[in-house]
């Protein structure tokens, strides 16, 4: 089993990464002193997978566990469910001293994490993530909150859970589509931060598909220390924390504009990781010996590196890039990679150069 330490003063907490995990939930929580009664919330393609488990791992450790579920997917990620949570809570008598456990993907850790950060003015909260994403990304940082018909996560809070437990087996029965998908979050490390780490990933990728356990829990291990590292210094976006960013301003719009469904998150920002390589190598200098190791690795991953972008499309994209909440005073900027492992936030860009790395009819082709 691997440690990695999110340094945050006192809201500290440990990321443990390793097979065969879950069995120990409870004592684990045991160890961090938390009070007797609590809830696992879940959703119904995790319940039934692993609510056993943790349930059961819980009351051995002396807890007295009460398991919620709530629909699969990320429609569920809104304040209905939320409602519908805290009723539980109220009836299961969860008190101050109580804590929930977020049992699967992102969905259930940002909606269960939110549901923590305001119950009784906050509870503390466990993660248990059992998707790829959620193990290297979403569980990790403190981000929870909900999406409203406007948009995706506009409500929220950065709330930090007391434990992140990942247990590599869990991803076993993750569909393939959704492993993959993490994987666009994978890459990105390697990109925005840790050269090494990308070519390890270069390497190693055939065996990461494969699910090998040994090369399964250094990779996570190393994502979960570049975000623990990213957070501690910024831990509300005021700054460095932008840099994860990379892929994701073309990413969202494309979710948005897509119709949420078409493109799975990582699939996404797959695209979007791929256009701002491009952009990356007019404005940043980027080489195209880089671009092409971008494009190289995330097609070997199964992932999605273009979209048919129509011009009426393309338009819809840079309204949606202008709504995005990272967009300050209506200007898109970007985070640019001067060269793999090292990215600069803040980059302007022109449209043309946009409509061009996504190869718009009639904007002339990409370089
Ligand atoms: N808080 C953050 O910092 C942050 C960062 C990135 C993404 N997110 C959020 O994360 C969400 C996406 O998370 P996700 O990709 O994990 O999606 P998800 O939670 O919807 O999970 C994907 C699907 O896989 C199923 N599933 C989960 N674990 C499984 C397992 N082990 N076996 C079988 N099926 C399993 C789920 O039921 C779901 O159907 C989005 O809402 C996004 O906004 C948050």
């Known amino acids: 089993m691997r440690r990695v330490t999110v340094p945050l003063g006192e809201r ?12 120990g939930l409870g004592s684990e929580c045991a160890k961090l002193k938390l009070g007797r009664r609590c809830a696992v919330i879940s959703d119904t393609r995790v319940a039934p997978k692993y609510g056993k488990a943790a349930v059961a791992s819980l009351k051995n450790a002396g807890f007295d566990p009460v398991l919620i579920r709530i629909p ?11 409602e519908r949570c805290y009723d ?5 008598r969860l008190e101050r001293s109580s804590f929930i456990v977020a049992l699967g ?12 950060a305001t119950y009784l003015r906050g509870i503390d909260f466990v993660q248990v993530p059992t998707t790829l994403l959620a193990q290297v990304d979403s569980s990790v940082g403190g981000k929870v909150g909900v999406n409203l018909a406007a948009g995706k996560n506009l409500v929220g809070s950065f709330y930090q859970p007391r434990l992140v437990l990942c247990d590599v087996d869990t991803l076993r029965t993750l569909p393939q589509r959704e492993f993959r998908a993490g994987l666009a979050e994978v890459v990105k490390y390697g990109i925005i931060y840790d050269a090494p780490f990308f070519e390890k990933l270069e390497a190693n990728l055939p065996r ?3 699910l090998d356990k040994e090369v399964l829990i250094e990779v996570i291990s190393r994502c979960c220390e570049i ?5 501690s210094q910024d831990e509300r976006e005021g700054g460095l924390r932008a840099i994860l960013n990379f892929g994701h301003t073309i990413g969202h719009a494309l979710e948005a504009t897509s119709g ?3 493109y799975l998150h990582g699939e996404a920002i797959s695209i979007g990781q791929m256009a701002a390589a491009g952009l990356s190598n007019w404005y940043t200098g980027l080489s195209g010996s880089e671009v092409r190791r971008v494009w190289t690795i995330f097609k070997k991953a199964g992932l ?10 393309f338009r819809k994209l840079v309204e949606a890039m202008r709504l995005d909440k990272k967009v300050s005073d209506g200007e898109i900027k970007f985070v640019l990679a001067k060269r793999i492992g090292e990215v600069i936030p803040g980059q302007k860009v022109s449209e043309l150069h946009i409509a061009r790395v996504l190869n718009v009819p009639g904007y002339g082709s990409g370089k």
Do not use: M, N, W
Request: proline share 5%.
């Open 227 to 231: 975000k623990a590292e990213v957070v």
């Open 88 to 92: 539980q809570l109220a009836k299961h």
């Open 12 to 23: 500290s907490y440990s990321i443990l990464i390793g097979s065969a995990l879950l069995p």
């Open 260 to 262: 949420y469904g078409k």
């Open 208 to 210: 990461l598909l494969d």
């Open 72 to 82: 699969a997917g990320e429609t569920a990620k809104r304040l209905r469910v939320v």
């Open 304 to 313: 999605p590196v273009t979209s048919r972008v129509t011009r009426p499309k």
């Open 105 to 116: 993907g992102g969905v259930v850790g940002d909606l269960a994490g939110f549901v923590a």
